[in-house]
């Protein structure tokens, strides 16, 4: 029988105890006590039901003194009602778990997590600002930025009818222009943000930054580096499982897959990731051997997510023969990892050190305990970049494969891929958009020390940028890619020098039209007044 302290409101006190009493349904047998048997019989949870309060400093302090307390019994804090935008600093406060309004099958649920040393946080913070709320410079952007997301969703709705081939192409094309548009916005105050100041802008459109909440709905059952591997990949799992809208926006290789194969393809990848890391928490690497180490198993699961794409049994016909898809794009050589574009060592060596060996993650100039809710939203989105960049790459070699074998497509692909034409269309539109990634907006963002890491929810895929030095891949660049950096190095240099010639050139025209233009037109106008009085005043005679 386990012993519960519950630290509530007399008139709730009662019905939380007869909430958690049925416990014992679910095989945790629960006893709630009170402060005074507490004393002379430890507790094994300790729960205290409070309303939320603006006051958020003195929430957590009472929070940690209870904690400290009852030490070492978890501690679990029910907040009723909303929570203001950062008001409690989740990723510091070490109490066992949070739960914001829940349920009593939430509440019950959460139980055998705390007693057996997990951790539970269920926390849904409302946005911090919406568009609406931006005034200015800023409320413009925002508000362009949410009519074109407007649209994009109509046009996105009209798409996924399969409209006719004419319809379709409009639609299409209406989409490419309303992308371009929303990039041009998100230049555009970049720029205006550098220069003026502006604050960020919150927006919610597809491969655009989306506010994340602080946490929703984490369960961590272990605080080891495999009790965390298994917290993000069921996360991740859920969030494949649900996601069937199209993803041609931000992966355009990934998105000419069928949702099918597409989803069969970042379970596989996701597997066998698991796979390689119980293999390197066994071998105990650390530093340079494994990061080499990894580079390999990176190749053994880029090779495992072809074979479980293809399936081990799929035959279908080339040149009258019935041949095995996966025993074919197996066949093919594997580029390297720099020509895919995974997943940086940035980004890798961090989300190892992590689920390896459970290691502090560094977020916002802090170390946080992996298992905090901030550390494991942040590991979340690194494994998940690594998830949708590796199976990008994978999905490109899919496409250069079924260019050769039209049967493939039928399988593989989305219908509307199934023509020659819009297959080789989409091929061309993949490699210029990675030779524009690669040549202008890489160096972009390595010179201003900005990673942009992809994020799968279950509505799409979103972008969100991550500020990191970058100063070791500026000095790898290339000759093309060099010129970007010193084009805006040479715009930051010459912009000063530019705005002061443009002020002294308008001061210096204002002055030449007031003092120059301005008094000879008024010498010229009262000498015509003059000439036009004498006239009127010799025609009196």
Request: with cysteine.
């Amino acid at each position: 029988m386990h012993r519960v302290l519950v630290y509530a409101p007399l008139s709730q006190k009662k019905q939380w105890a007869a909430v958690l009493g049925q416990s014992g349904a679910e095989g945790v047998p629960v006893q709630c006590i009170d402060e005074a048997e507490a004393t002379r019989r430890r507790p094994d949870l300790v729960i205290w039901m409070t309303q939320a309060s603006h006051d958020t400093d003195a929430l957590a302090q009472e929070a940690l003194a209870l904690d400290q307390r009852w030490h070492p019994a978890p501690f679990l804090l029910v907040l009723r009602g909303p929570i203001q935008p950062g008001g409690l600093p989740l990723g510091e406060l070490p109490i066992a778990g949070i739960l914001q309004n829940p349920g009593a099958s939430t509440l019950r649920q959460a139980l055998p997590v705390l007693m057996d040393g997990g951790r539970v946080f269920d926390v849904h913070t409302r946005p911090a600002a919406s568009a609406g709320q931006h005034r200015g410079l800023s409320g413009a952007f925002s508000q362009g930025l949410t009519q074109i997301q407007a649209q994009a969703q109509m046009v996105t709705a009209q798409l996924n009818r399969r409209p006719k081939t004419l319809l379709r192409w409009v639609l299409e094309g209406q989409r490419r222009e309303l992308s371009m548009a929303r990039a041009l916005v998100l230049t555009l105050h970049a720029a205006a943000t550098r220069t003026l100041g502006l604050k960020h802008l919150t927006t919610t459109g597809s491969g655009g930054e989306k506010p994340v909440p602080v946490s929703t709905g984490l369960t961590l059952r272990s605080r080891t580096a495999t009790g965390l591997w298994d917290t993000l990949h069921q996360r991740l799992l859920e969030r494949i499982a649900r996601n069937p809208q199209p993803l041609e926006q931000q992966l355009l290789a990934l998105g000419a897959l069928a949702p099918g194969p597409r989803a069969a393809l970042l379970r596989q990848l996701l597997g066998h990731m698991g796979l390689a890391l119980q293999q390197v928490r066994r071998e105990g690497l650390r530093g340079e051997a494994l990061l080499e180490h990894w580079r390999d198993l990176q190749e053994e699961i880029m090779l495992h997510g072809l074979q479980g794409l293809g399936g081990a049994y799929l035959r279908i016909p080339r040149d009258g023969l019935l041949v095995s898809v996966s025993e074919l794009l197996l066949r093919g050589a594997l580029p390297s990892p720099t020509a895919l574009s995974l997943a940086s060592r940035a980004t890798i060596e961090p989300m190892l050190a992590a689920l390896v060996r459970a290691e502090p993650v560094l977020l916002d100039g802090h170390l946080l305990a992996p298992d905090t809710p901030a550390a494991l939203l942040h590991l979340e989105l690194l494994l998940s970049d690594w998830l949708l960049r590796m199976g990008s790459a994978l999905a490109g070699l899919v496409l250069e494969e079924a260019s050769q074998w039209p049967e493939l497509r039928r399988f593989l692909l989305r219908p509307d891929l199934l023509s020659t034409r819009q297959l080789e269309r989409l091929r061309n539109h993949v490699n210029s958009h990675e030779r524009y990634e690669q040549f202008i907006l890489e160096p972009l963002r390595i010179y201003e020390s900005r990673r942009e890491l992809l994020l799968l929810q279950a509505d799409g895929v979103v972008t969100q940028t991550l500020i990191d030095p970058r100063d070791q891949e500026l000095r790898q660049l290339g000759p093309v890619q060099r010129m970007v950096t010193l084009a805006l190095e040479l715009r930051d240099a010459l912009g000063p020098q530019l705005r002061v010639f443009s002020q002294r050139l308008g001061s210096l025209l204002v002055t030449v039209l007031t003092q120059v233009i301005g008094r000879g037109i008024g010498l010229i106008a009262r000498g015509v007044l003059l000439g036009l009085g004498r006239t009127l005043q010799g025609s009196g005679r």
